[in-house]
């Protein structure tokens, strides 16, 4: 129902635009978190926007390198991904939830099927 894309392989330093669409309904009354997944770790919480007053929210380790955005006009909200660094290496997953932002990935009813981001030189 949630569709990732913009993954990609980048150099240290690089950027990367991740879309995340929806099919069959729309994005505008939810709201949108970006997660990431590593190898061998939890699937952790990164970014979100809310439906209510578009009011967005970042893990600190990439706060001023990540952002968040919401094109009602595409129904698509972007994770806009600069000066990336290694330990940015995930898999991205977007979620959709209608009582607005949460950081647990328990509290969303709508996943993507991911996105992968490897950074490397």
């Known amino acids: 129902r949630l569709v990732e894309s913009g993954g990609g392989l980048v150099q240290p330093g690089g950027s990367l635009r991740l879309s995340c669409g929806i099919s069959e309904e729309s994005l505008t009354y939810f709201a949108i978190a970006w997660f990431r997944q590593a190898p061998g770790k939890e699937r952790e919480w990164v970014s979100c926007?809310?439906?209510?007053?578009?009011?967005?929210s970042y893990l600190d380790s990439v706060k001023g390198r990540f952002t968040i955005s919401r094109d009602s006009a595409k129904d698509t909200v972007y994770l806009q991904i600069n000066s990336l660094k290694p330990e940015d290496t995930a898999v991205y997953y977007c979620?959709?939830?209608?009582?607005?932002?949460?950081?647990?990935?328990?509290?969303?009813?709508?996943w993507g099927q991911g996105t992968q981001v490897t950074v490397s030189a």
């Open positions: 979620a959709a939830e209608l009582t607005d932002c949460k950081i647990y990935a328990s509290e969303y009813h709508y």
């Open positions: 926007i809310s439906s209510v007053d578009g009011s967005t």
